[in-house]
């Protein structure tokens, strides 16, 4: 009991200095394979990142006609900009969004266009990479060579994430601009990939890059991704998993191992987002279908490749008339004492992106 209260004692004294000093203390950091998160460090990570008040819809859906999707958020030049998608009923649009204080969202316009005659004509969801992981950090995104970069889901069929998808990457020398991004002619992820593995051979989804500074996995730049295979379950359904690549130079992308990361093998797990606390990463994710609804969930790791997940209360469930059907796709942030929760709420507002928040923030001006 006294190694766990020292440890305990380092979380209220240091923020989260506790993930490894508490570990150290109750002597269960590494345990087993070396790789595997005791339950009570997990349990320390739920407590810092749980959002019990929800402050509402943040970006509606612009008419009736159009939904909103899968937000990114990121902070440049001290101003918060998102990048959400939109779905008009013939595929994907990215756009982006400013804000003073993550609460009231400005539309600047779109940054990814439907084109014509493309292998993306019709699906351009767009996620910005390379943000800072640090959790509480500048949440800055990081150029490599002399552009940012964001990679999307990519299709040319109409309909929602319809026909075969893949993974593209896009450029931009300025992430504050609306403006068209400059897109590699190619996916650079694909079904149809000689190294397509069981698990993503039928379709890929959408996409998290990631600078790894500690070359856990031997590279610099880490893509986790959620992808659907053409084996299914016990039942014949096909499953989204969550699983990863790895590349040097953010245009040659190379898959990890022979299995998913995260799955659930029925339903959906998917959708990752990986916030750095302490000497831990947690990646947040969405479930769903392997209950009812779809949920926010999360899972940790030391190394970025062996991930224990989070057995107890979802962080995020449909409660709310605007989230009554779905709460799920999350973006995560901790600023100024405070931890924000994006995701897409699907309910009486049809598909929006809503917040909650780790403290009651309706009443800050």
Known sequence: MKKVLIGCVLFLTAGFGWV??????????????????????????????????????????????????????????????????????????????????????????????????????????????????EWGGSYEPEKFGDNYWLSYLGGSEKGYEAGRLGIGIATTPDLAQARELNRLPQPVLSAIDKDARWYDDKTIYKSLVIRDKARKTGHPFVMYYNAKGEKGDVKGNGFESIAMAVSDDMKQWKRVGDKPLITRNTGICGDAQIAKIGDMYVMFYFGAFWKPGAFERFACSYDLQNWTDWTGPDLISPTEPYDKTYAHKPWVVKWNGVVYHFYNAVGDQGRVIALATSRDVKSKP
Do not use: C
């Open 20 to 133: 490894g000093g508490a570990v150290a203390q109750s002597g269960d950091s590494h345990s087993g394979d070396g790789t595997k998160v005791s339950q009570d460090v997990m349990q320390h990570v739920f407590e810092e990142v749980k959002t019990p008040f929800k402050y509402g819809v943040v970006v509606p859906q612009p008419d009736k006609g159009r939904m909103v999707d899968s937000p990114t958020v990121f902070r440049k030049g001290g101003i918060w900009y998102m990048t959400y998608i939109i779905f008009d009923g013939k595929g994907y649009e990215t756009w982006l969004s400013k804000s003073d204080n993550l609460l009231q969202w400005t539309s600047l316009g779109k940054i990814m266009s439907f084109t014509e005659n493309t292998w993306d004509a019709t699906q351009k969801a767009g996620y910005v990479a390379l943000i800072d992981t």
